[in-house]
């Protein structure tokens, strides 16, 4: 049994948008995935941090939920700026029934547990001060709300969070997200959508109580990084 946490995979399977295209890290990327996903057992639970696939809509993104749904495990998703396909829980879950989609779940306004673990999270926003009285604004704060409703939902189990944006890199902290994992005592803060070049900006280690962790799929050679046990 096992913890893995994967973000920004960009599946194209049902888009017409392969990130092939920008060559590097990202050229062979499904095959990449292929491979490393492989790792999975039945046992195991898999957190996508966000950025999924391109889909614009929930029935574009059945090869791309038909793809993750070959390897076993239990797969939780968080919403990433570019998962278009997002749609209610139970709009999701109806999706999944209906195309045999096994164990796979939103986390969104809760918490699921590996063993002792909460594992709480979700998109997290990036807050600019001048944006304030702004749709951004309103955005952040409902994120604020979703985060500490996950947290919340933890009980007095230790918590893993995993959110798409990253509350800290190199240059910039957003104090609201921050200050909630701190209150929360949250042991672990998983975060992807830096890529490329941004990847020199990723703040890991522990700070403040917490340890940061970049997962993006092209900073960690496309292979599930293990969290437990």
Same mark, same amino acid.
């Given at each position: 049994m096992a913890l893995y946490a994967l973000?920004?995979?960009?599946?194209?399977l049902g888009a017409d948008k392969p990130m092939d295209v920008f060559g590097g890290k990202w050229a062979g990327y499904m095959d990449k995935l292929e491979a490393s996903l492989s790792v999975l057992r039945p046992e195991d639970t898999l957190v996508?941090?966000?950025?999924? &696939?391109?889909?614009?809509?929930? %029935?574009?993104?059945?090869?791309?939920?038909?793809?993750?749904?070959r390897f076993p495990g239990r797969k939780l998703l968080v919403k990433g700026n570019h998962d278009y396909w997002w749609n209610t829980a139970a709009k999701f879950r109806r999706f999944c029934e209906a195309n045999g989609l096994e164990q796979m779940d939103l986390l969104?306004?809760? &918490?699921?547990?590996y063993g002792e673990i909460a594992l &709480?999270?979700?998109?997290?926003?990036?807050? %600019?001060?001048?944006?304030?009285?702004?749709?951004?604004?309103?955005?952040?704060?409902?994120?604020?709300?979703r985060l500490e409703t996950s947290l919340k939902a933890a009980g007095e189990k230790p918590i893993y969070c995993f959110l798409h944006y990253p509350p800290r890199y190199r240059g910039y902290t957003c104090p609201e997200i921050l200050e909630l994992l701190k209150r929360y005592r949250v042991r672990l803060c998983c975060y992807g959508h830096l890529h490329g070049d941004s990847h020199?900006?990723?703040m890991e280690g522990l700070w403040d109580g917490t340890e940061f962790r970049l997962v993006a799929a092209d900073y960690v050679d496309f292979r599930p990084v293990r969290l437990l046990p």
């Open positions: 973000g920004d995979l960009h599946l194209a996508i941090a966000g950025d999924f &696939c391109w889909a614009l809509g929930l %029935e574009e993104a059945g090869p791309d939920f038909r793809f993750l749904n969104h306004n809760n &918490c699921h547990f &709480c999270g979700t998109r997290g926003w990036f807050f %600019e001060e001048e944006k304030e009285g702004t749709h951004d604004e309103k955005v952040f704060r409902r994120e604020l709300i020199k900006l990723a």
